[in-house]
């Protein structure tokens, strides 16, 4: 289905703890994946991305890991530090080059 | 490269009166897509243009619309503005061949 925003989980980490952010996709057919990070008075920033014939993709201190059974997106970011604070969102590709977004995940990064 | 950019960053409106959002997508990017950002609904797709054409549309009126250029920068329109358009409009834009989009720091819409 299409985005709602209504009110954004929070996830509180300790700096240089790893944090665990989930996302739930809508449509099983959908062949690609994203990760965006959305700091205060920015666009949406590109994180990282994995294809439907991936179960897990890893970049510099990120991981993101699909499970299709459930349609059940995560992003891993280890040793979290305080520039890490920002809301999070999946997005997913669905007919053609549309790309519907989750809701979002606020992470805070405490020092 | 030079990423995405949005012109005007910030506009103040009034009720009824229609506004004009301007879009440069990364050198080498034929596809634009447009977004809109609110708190109630998050962000929600508009639109997509690609070679001057438009390729997708969202569940928006038809008081959004939008154009292409040949040189892939793009605008988009929204006339008879009502209060609940006031929103982040971001673009993004990508080769168009399935690859990542990547966002402008959008135009801030306020509607009074």
């Known amino acids: 289905g299409e985005s709602v925003g209504l009110h954004l989980p929070t996830l509180s980490v300790q700096e240089g703890d790893n944090s665990i952010i989930n996302c739930a996709y809508s449509n099983s057919a959908s062949d690609y994946f994203i990760w965006y990070k959305q700091e205060s008075g920015k666009g949406p920033q590109f994180i990282i991305d994995i294809r439907s014939n991936m179960d897990k993709r890893q970049g510099q201190r990120v991981t993101v890991l699909l499970n299709k059974t459930v349609k059940h997106l995560s992003l891993q970011i280890a040793a979290t530090q305080p520039g890490d604070s920002a809301v999070y969102f999946c997005a997913e590709k669905v007919d053609g080059n549309k790309l519907v977004f989750g809701a979002g995940t606020i992470l805070r990064v405490k020092s | 490269k030079a990423g995405v950019t949005q012109t005007p960053r910030y506009l103040i409106k009034t009720r009824g009166q229609q506004v004009t959002l301007s879009c440069s997508p990364i050198s080498g990017h034929r596809s634009v897509s447009w977004y809109q950002q609110t708190p109630g609904q998050g962000l929600q797709f508009l639109f997509e243009?690609?070679?001057?054409?438009?390729?997708n549309k969202g569940n928006f009126p038809g008081r959004f619309s939008g154009r292409q250029f040949s040189n892939s920068r793009s605008e988009m329109n929204v006339s008879t503005l009502e209060l609940g358009d006031s929103a982040l409009y971001l673009c993004?834009?990508?080769?168009?061949?399935?690859?990542?989009?990547?966002f402008g720091p959008g135009t801030r819409l306020l509607v009074l």
């Open positions: 243009y690609f070679s001057e054409t438009q390729r």
């Open positions: 993004a834009s990508s080769t168009g061949g399935g690859e990542t989009q990547y």
